[in-house]
């Protein structure tokens, strides 16, 4: 597996790979309506402007993405994403390291779904705690729960 940065032509399979790799979340919080189901390409491409984004790639395919960019003192990593064929077999945990080694900031931020045992889980072995901030409502059954990582090498 390689991790390469995507460019704009990536973007119409990186969303693919979002809504399919999200589906299960948008069923656990019975609300086909999530944000990243709902992101458009436009929307997408824009957001590329302003984020690296990066790409796991098996025998020529994508099957991973995570996006990344800094905002304040931190860098906020968003959308890690994985086909479902691939996951638990560690990509997941590899993008989120390529985000953070792409930056070198005071800290590192991502949010997640409340419910989501596995990613929570997957956060913490990276090191990332949950913060005292309240937790975002984005719809009426999905709430963001923010988590944080100093920066250890600065």
């Known amino acids: 597996m ?10 119409p399979k990186i969303l ?12 656990r919080y019975g609300d086909p309506d999530t944000p990243p189901m709902r992101q458009t390409l436009e929307e997408l491409t824009e957001e590329a402007k302003h984020h690296i984004t990066l ?25 890690v994403l994985v086909h479902p064929d691939h996951w638990n077999k560690g990509i997941g945990k590899r993008l989120v390291v ?28 990276l090191g990332y705690e949950i913060c005292g901030v309240p ?10 729960l923010h988590m944080r990582k100093e920066n250890k090498r600065i």
């Open 2 to 11: 390689e991790i390469l940065t995507a460019d704009e032509g990536d973007l």
């Open 55 to 79: 790409k796991a790639v098996i025998d020529g395919k994508i099957v991973g993405s995570a996006r990344g960019c800094m905002e304040g003192d931190a860098c906020h990593i968003s959308k």
């Open 135 to 144: 937790m975002d409502k984005i719809t009426n059954t999905l709430y963001f």
């Open 16 to 27: 693919e790979l979002q809504r399919l790799a999200f589906q299960e979340n948008a069923l």
């Open 98 to 125: 390529a985000v953070e080694d792409s930056f070198d900031p005071a800290a590192y931020e991502l949010v997640t779904g409340h419910l989501d045992e596995k990613n929570i889980a997957l956060y913490k072995k």
